[in-house]
C-alpha cells in the first residue's frame, strides 16, 4: 500500500525482455536501503525488486501491467515516480494508493495559474466500469504516475489537477506536456462504495 507522495525520480539505466515481461532496472538514492521482494511503486504500478547490483536495482513487468500501464513506453534516460510501500506507523499524507494503475490517460490540455499548472487528462470511457467506481468526482482523490492529487472539473472521461511547483519540479510532472500518457488509479473508495450500492440493491 502507498500514499502517493513520491519520494524522488528514479532512472532508467536499462531495459530487458523476457518472453512477455519486461525488466526495467533503475537507479536513485536509496538503492543500498532496498531489500529483494521489497514493493516499490513506479508511476504508481507496484512492482518488486527482483535484483540490486551496482547502485542499481531491477524490478519486472508482466504482460497484464504493461498493457494498463506507460512502462511499456519508458525508455533508457526516462524519469519515473518512484515511492516505497507505508510504515503502518507513519502518516497518510495523501491518500490510500494501492499501486494498481486502473488505466492510462491522455494530457489533452495544460495551462499556467500564477506559478502552479493545470493538468487535464482524457481517459477512455467505459460506463460499465463507471459504474464500479472507475471515475473521479471534485475534490476526489486520484493517482497520475504515483502522485496523489485532488480533482477538479471532472467530466464522464476527463479530470483537471492543479500542480504547485515544487510538485512538478520534484515529480516526471516536469516532463508531462499535452499528449502524454500517464498512469491513473481511481480512489479505492469510490469502487467499495460503488460495490456497495451495486450488491445492495
Not at 181 to 190: Q, Y
Request: glycine share 6%; hydrophobic share 35%; with cysteine.
Amino acid at each position: 500500500m502507498f500514499s502517493g507522495i513520491v519520494e524522488e525520480m528514479a532512472t532508467v539505466v536499462a531495459i530487458s525482455k523476457s518472453q512477455e515481461n519486461i525488466d526495467f532496472t533503475l537507479t536513485c538514492s536509496f538503492v543500498n536501503e532496498l531489500k529483494i521482494d521489497q514493493s516499490i511503486a513506479h508511476n504508481g504500478v507496484c512492482l518488486t525488486v527482483v535484483n540490486i547490483k551496482d547502485n542499481n536495482y531491477t524490478v519486472t513487468a508482466m504482460k497484464e501491467t504493461l498493457e494498463r500501464s506507460n512502462l511499456g513506453l519508458l525508455k533508457v534516460g526516462d524519469k519515473v515516480n518512484v515511492e516505497r510501500s507505508m510504515i503502518m506507523n507513519g502518516r497518510l499524507d495523501g491518500h490510500i494508493v494501492q499501486g494498481h494503475v486502473d488505466e492510462t490517460a491522455k494530457c489533452i490540455a495544460t495551462k499556467d495559474a500564477d506559478g502552479s499548472t493545470y493538468f487535464t487528462f482524457e481517459y477512455a470511457l467505459n460506463k460499465e466500469m463507471a459504474q464500479k467506481g472507475y471515475f473521479t468526482v471534485d475534490k476526489g482523490s486520484v493517482t497520475v504516475n504515483g502522485v496523489s492529487l485532488t480533482v477538479c472539473e471532472p467530466t464522464e472521461n476527463t479530470f483537471t489537477v492543479a500542480i504547485i511547483p515544487y510538485t512538478r519540479e520534484n515529480t516526471n510532472f516536469c516532463d508531462i506536456q499535452e499528449g502524454s500518457i500517464v498512469n491513473i488509479e481511481f480512489d479505492i473508495l469510490g469502487k467499495y462504495i460503488a460495490r456497495l450500492q451495486t450488491i445492495s440493491k
